[in-house]
């Protein structure tokens, strides 16, 4: 989920860290800033902690009133347009290996790479450490090139999916704050400009307070309506699927 900056962000500022190295060391939720290799450029990025709850819905899904579930609010934020590029290679070695990397506009505005690690499951949730980096839409920018390590060849990374969504956004809140925002998102899986695929599905992305209670009353609303089951499957491997591609032996991510 692109969030942009908001609190609740880990950080660290060791450029040439591995992944798993990077992630030791955590700190105040604020951007970081690292040279390019040869001390040219600087980027901005943040890594954090997502916790969300995936629910796929039928395309004529009525997104239902939150208000009041489990003492909550429903805000509504309106409606953006995203525009997402995922980066692979030719055998799909990122998702093979439950990794991620995106390039995501809001509203034709500036793009932010995103890397994503592997997922767990906590409760209904998923949970997984993510990479968010400002830049220009190619080439990866070389904070992700580092932290995707050298079991990748940078030089077979491409773009192999891109999609197009309406995401509505509504903010569930109390008296201390956003507890978590709910993205309902239809979504087009394209093929050049041509549009192979539609679907739709809901994202519940919690602020850092983890409450499995409050979410199984959000959850129970969202099914009550016509939602499904909580799942796994991300848009990245929804999109290959309608692509035509074999993600059988890959690992979602």
Same mark, same amino acid.
């Given at each position: ?6 609190? #609740? ?59 009041? +579930?489990?003492?909550?609010? +429903? ?16 055998? $799909? ?32 949730? $998923? ?10 839409? #190619? ?15 940078? +030089? ?5 999916? #891109? ?32 549009? /192979? ?16 209670? !409050?979410?199984?009353? /959000?959850?129970?609303?969202? !099914? ?18 309608? $692509?035509? !591609? ?8």
């Amino acid at each position: 989920m692109d969030r942009r900056w908001h609190a #609740q962000r880990a950080r660290t500022c060791r450029c040439r860290a591995s992944w798993s190295a990077a992630w030791s060391t955590r700190g105040p939720a604020s951007p970081s800033t690292c040279d390019d290799a040869d001390g040219r450029a600087s980027y901005s990025w943040l890594m954090a902690v997502e916790r969300e709850i995936k629910i796929g819905v039928p395309t004529d899904f009525v997104l239902p009133d939150l208000t009041g +579930a489990d003492g909550l609010r +429903a805000v509504d934020r309106g409606v953006h347009v995203l525009s997402t590029t995922y980066w692979d290679t030719d055998s $799909l070695e990122l998702l093979k290996s439950r990794r991620g990397l995106r390039y995501r506009t809001t509203d034709g505005g500036d793009g932010i790479w995103t890397l994503k690690a592997k997922t767990r499951r906590d409760g209904l949730a $998923l949970v997984r450490e993510e990479t968010e980096i400002e830049g220009p839409p #190619q080439p990866p920018p070389p904070q992700a090139i580092r932290l995707i390590g050298g079991d990748v060849d940078p +030089a077979a990374l491409h773009p192999v999916a #891109q999609l197009r969504a309406e995401r509505r956004v509504v903010e569930l809140v109390d008296d201390a704050g956003v507890w978590a925002e709910v993205a309902d998102d239809s979504v087009a899986v394209l093929d050049g400009e041509r549009e /192979v695929h539609r679907f739709r599905e809901i994202e519940v992305e919690m602020r850092g307070r983890d409450d499995g209670a !409050r979410a199984g009353s /959000v959850v129970e609303r969202l !099914r009550t309506a016509g939602g499904g089951e909580p799942e796994a499957s991300s848009k990245y491997v929804r999109a290959l699927r309608a $692509l035509g !591609r074999d993600v059988s032996d890959a690992s979602d991510s």
